[in-house]
């Protein structure tokens, strides 16, 4: 099974990932499960080949992958799958999570720092295929600090919405810099390279960021469980807020966080970019 983002610079790996984007948009858009050859017409492919490489890429056929998305499936997650985020990490489960697999390691400002609003920072920031369409990446000398996919909110908003976070930072376009740290983040870069994150926001903020960290992949969890997790269990909407402002999309998983009854909720980046994150997740974790 391939689960390497499309980031190499190949003509078939881009034709393939726009293939896929492509396919993954018509399933999320539509309002009823889509035929395995409907969907191969819309791509222009046989239905077999569009099959394989579906499977190829996602690790599960067109059909598996749309039973994903369903609302039902994300309620399976909480009653099958769900698991505190303390006991998670008591038992070890966090080894085996996507972030450290990829020997992802992190670092937070300080509180002074992120008081500053970014004064005296320099971040680069590029642009860079994902298997959820455009990302934004951002980094300093420390790590990536922010990564928001523009699909559903356009690059425009996704430029303003981070660049607001540090609005006294200067800012100059590194693309080569970070493309090492946002393919090893997708599962492309080298199993002994390192993706490190920089992260920038006030303490509690941190605090949940860490907590989402320690989350397997496929796995899910709610606001409650997060404020348990914290220490903090009364401060559900202040969780909520901080989930909000995660600004390191898909790495700081986010994503995973659901309302209590089972319902994803919002998401920053866009909420088909939600359950296509969430979909791709769970087919692998199934795959394993």
Not at 1 to 11: G, I, V, W
Not at 16 to 30: K, Q, S, W
Not at 156 to 174: I, K, S, V
């Amino acid at each position: 099974m391939n689960t390497q983002a499309p980031l190499s610079d190949t003509t078939d790996t881009q034709y393939h990932y726009g293939v896929m984007r492509r396919a993954i948009a018509l399933i999320d858009a539509a309002d009823a499960p889509q035929t395995l050859d409907a969907l191969a017409a819309q791509m222009g492919m046989s239905a077999a080949h569009f099959q394989r490489l579906f499977s190829a890429w996602v690790g599960v056929s067109p059909k598996r992958y749309q039973q994903y998305l369903t609302l039902d499936h994300a309620k399976a997650l909480l009653r099958a799958r769900f698991t505190t985020l303390e006991a998670s990490h008591a038992v070890g489960l966090s080894g085996t999570g996507r972030l450290h697999d990829l020997f992802v390691r992190w670092e937070a400002m300080s509180p002074g720092d992120f008081a500053k609003q970014g004064a005296g920072l320099e971040i680069g920031w590029g642009w860079f295929d994902t298997p959820f369409g455009q990302a934004l990446a951002m980094g300093t000398d420390r790590g990536l600090c922010g990564l928001a996919f523009a699909a559903e909110m356009g690059e425009t908003a996704a430029m303003d919405d981070l660049r607001g976070r540090w609005p006294d930072a200067t800012y100059t376009e590194q693309t080569d810099r970070l493309r090492g740290w946002v393919e090893t983040a997708f599962g492309q870069g080298r199993r002994d390279a390192a993706a490190p994150l920089t992260m920038v926001g006030a303490p509690f903020q941190i605090k949940v960021w860490e907590a989402l960290l320690r989350l397997p992949e496929g796995h899910v969890t709610t606001y409650g469980e997060i404020a348990q997790a914290i220490g903090n269990p009364r401060a559900v909407r202040a969780v909520g807020t901080a989930v909000g402002r995660n600004p390191i999309g898909y790495l700081i998983p986010c994503h995973r966080v659901l309302r209590a009854g089972g319902a994803l909720g919002g998401y920053r980046w866009g909420l088909p970019v939600k359950r296509a994150m969430l979909a791709f997740e769970s087919a692998r974790a199934d795959c394993r």
